[in-house]
């Protein structure tokens, strides 16, 4: 009964930088493993970002040195902070979240429960 609930997406320039966050508001202190993917149409989901209850996080090689993830794990929010963004970052972005303590693969799809309803981020040239 996780509900995710996200914001920032917008369009932006590219080269310029976009903060987005996520929250678990049902039930709060019940998620774990929360994490970051894009989505363009007609393709799979990607993992972009993702991050423990350790605070360790994992990042796609595409957004490394330009994304940061982090998270307020006493609330359950998760942000993702997108820096130099390029048109190839354009993708609806969705926030990811389990409620178990540990996922194998932590940019795999399939390691999670719960879904945010996505938000779009457009980067024009």
């Known amino acids: 009964q996780v509900e995710l609930v996200e914001s920032g997406g917008d369009s932006v320039q590219a080269g310029g930088s976009l903060r987005l966050s996520c929250s678990a508001t049902?039930?709060?202190?019940?998620?774990?493993?929360m994490a970051w993917f894009h989505q363009t149409p007609g393709n799979e989901r990607e993992g972009v970002a993702a991050i423990d209850d350790n605070g360790r996080t994992t990042y796609a090689d595409s957004v490394k040195g330009r994304f940061t993830s982090s998270k307020d794990d006493a609330k359950n929010v998760l942000y993702l902070q997108m820096n130099n963004l390029t048109p190839d970052d354009s993708a609806m972005y969705y926030c990811?979240?389990?409620?178990?303590?540990?996922?194998?693969?932590?940019?795999?799809?399939?390691?999670?429960?719960?879904w945010g309803q996505g938000t779009q981020v457009a980067v024009s040239s």
């Open positions: 990811a979240a389990e409620r178990g303590t540990y996922v194998a693969d932590p940019l795999d799809s399939s390691e999670y429960t719960y």
């Open positions: 049902t039930p709060p202190g019940h998620v774990h493993c």
